[in-house]
């Protein structure tokens, strides 16, 4: 998958997460993670293998995304703020 095809997955996973995290339901996090796992799928290689953190910026935030999950509402908002950034391309920092 090419890099603009992956940059729409994540702003796609990040208003999503921002969305859910306006109206948290008790399984909040795991439907974060569980969406996160699956859009992660589309950094694999041809060989499968997943880019080492650090590596790649719209990768790491939307692991972040994951990472923040059982984080405060404001954390979450954070994170899916600075993944739609990545996902625009622009350099993000934690």
């Known amino acids: 998958m090419d890099t603009q095809k992956r940059r729409q997955v994540l702003a796609d996973v990040a208003e999503r997460v921002a969305l859910w995290n306006e109206f ?45 999950a059982d984080s405060s509402p404001i954390a979450v908002r954070d994170s899916a703020a600075r993944a739609l950034l990545a996902a625009e391309g622009v350099a993000v920092t934690r």
């Open 24 to 68: 948290r339901t008790d399984d909040f996090q795991d439907n974060v993670v569980r969406l996160v796992n699956d859009a992660r799928e589309n950094w694999r290689d041809r060989h499968g293998e997943l880019p080492r953190r650090g590596t790649d910026e719209a990768f790491d935030a939307l692991m972040d995304l994951a990472e923040m």
